[in-house]
């Protein structure tokens, strides 16, 4: 079992920056692959980007040049550098932790304004 717990969402103006963080609690030499992920009212969930245990990155077209994934390996934790926010950003943002399974976070909301 892995605990996944998210953090810093929050309501910034458009052009703003957040950085949301992800700490796993278990070894991240013990994990494939760690993700950030998004859900806007009414759609469906999207990967934002992920990063590997060889640290391949991966983005979504909308976000490639505006959010950057990296990781701490020392705290067991990804972070998402989200710059230039745009309202459509907005959504409830989780990460995800892939070892042999899935596991997801709480969420964390992330509200753009205009």
């Given at each position: ?7 810093g ?8 920056s ?7 609690s ?11 992920y998004r859900?806007?009212?009414g759609?469906q ?34 972070y ?6 745009k309202?459509?950003?907005?959504a ?14 709480q ?8």
């Open positions: 079992q892995v605990q996944v717990v998210e953090s969402g929050g309501l910034v103006q458009a052009g703003g957040l950085r949301l963080s992800c700490a796993a278990k070894s991240m030499f013990s994990i494939n692959a760690m993700g950030w859900q806007a009212p759609k969930r999207e990967l934002v980007a992920d990063i590997t245990s060889g640290g391949g990155t991966n983005y979504a077209d909308s976000v490639k040049g505006r959010f950057i994934i990296s990781r701490d390996n020392a705290k067991n934790t990804v998402l550098q989200m710059n230039s926010l309202p459509e950003d907005t409830v943002y989780y990460c995800r932790v892939t070892t042999t399974r899935f596991y997801w976070g969420g964390t909301q992330v509200t753009v304004s205009s």
